[in-house]
């Protein structure tokens, strides 16, 4: 329905205004189809998982706790969970304690969480650009001022950070926080690098920021490697956001945040505004799954599964896409951050791509002030291993017409010969 003709417009919240469905939303529904190579939504391989290992634990939670799986249960997530969640922010490094921690239904709840514990209208949020769909979403929707900080192969640009904070400084405002995703960030697949970690504490301590930390994907490296957390290095200006999204299933919608404890008392209490309780059932069931199954092996299977369809990706973007495209490549997790020549348009480009049978979210969808046109995100975890190669042919091919097509109409005046939309397209991605 288009905003102008909705009866209930004059009815809305402020906040709810200006929401909209980006119109690519309806094109996956058709990119969800069997013969489209999806590279869009950015999924887990569920298939992965061992099932029937799936099914004792679920049943075992009834057998043995059906009443109290069932039950309502505390705001704050249920103590035993919370205390097998440090063990796992512990294989990667991250120290807590289970008393800091509040159970969220996956890392989007916390992201909502947060944006509506910290952010005011027009306050600013200084956020990695590009950055996670849903960040942005979490934030927008809270009426912030989402502002960008540009990154390059070893992540979030420090320098650049401290500029955006003293030019906020000259303006007499703040940042509210910084939000990153320092680990296989999505949507760009590169991580921060240890020493901009370590730059970018002693920033948070020279000008007083609180840095939200968002890691969904730390445990996922195709070499087992972790890196120092942010939590770690400034714990009282941390608060952390994990999931075991990535690392079990995100069906489960388990998630939580670490926070220093006021912060977590206010988050308790505006979770519990939201809907109470997390579910005790799934809690149980992510319980059981820790404490009975190998999960360090299963992490590492996983990881092994993705490392497997990165590579398929990496090589066939090698032999397919033509000369003046560009990506990165990621050491861990989902995604290939894709560049393309000037000229061409990720976001008009899809309808074709979705007519050639590849699907991809166009750049734009990461960015809150319109910015990039010229990118397109390519999630590899979830198509076979075969049909990686296939669709990255398919999209290789797009791409060839398409840059002959610039040529061939533009000559040698091709870069920015397309209007540039502005705004954002949001509810995409994963
Ligand atoms: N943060 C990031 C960076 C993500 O990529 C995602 C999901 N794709 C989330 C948070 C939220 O995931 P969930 O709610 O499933 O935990």
Redesign the pocket.
Known sequence: MLLDTDPYLTRYAERVRGMSASEIRALFAVASRPEVVSFAG?MPDTSALDMEAVEAVVAQVIRDSGATALQYGGGQGRAPLRELLVEVMEHEGVPAHADELLITV????A?ELIAKCFLDPGDVVLAEGPT?V??IGAMTSHQADVRHVPMDAEGMRIDLLEEALDGLAREGRRAEYVYT?PNHQ?PAGVSLSVERRHRLAEVAERHDLLIVE?N?YGLLDFAGETFPSLRQLVPDRVVY?G?V?KTIA?GL?T?WIAAPGPIRDKLVLLREAADLCPSNLTQMIVESWLRTQPWREQIKRFAAVYHEKSVAMLDALATEMPEGVDWTVPSGAFYVWLTVPDGIDTSDLLAKAISHRVAYVPGRGFYADGAGGDHARLCFSYPEVARIGEGISRLGELLHEEIELVAAVYGDDAPQVRPRRTGPATGVG?
């Open positions: 950015g996956g890392g989007q709840q992201l996670y849903g960040g995703i999505n968002d969904p956001v999931t999204s995100p919608r998630g994963g």
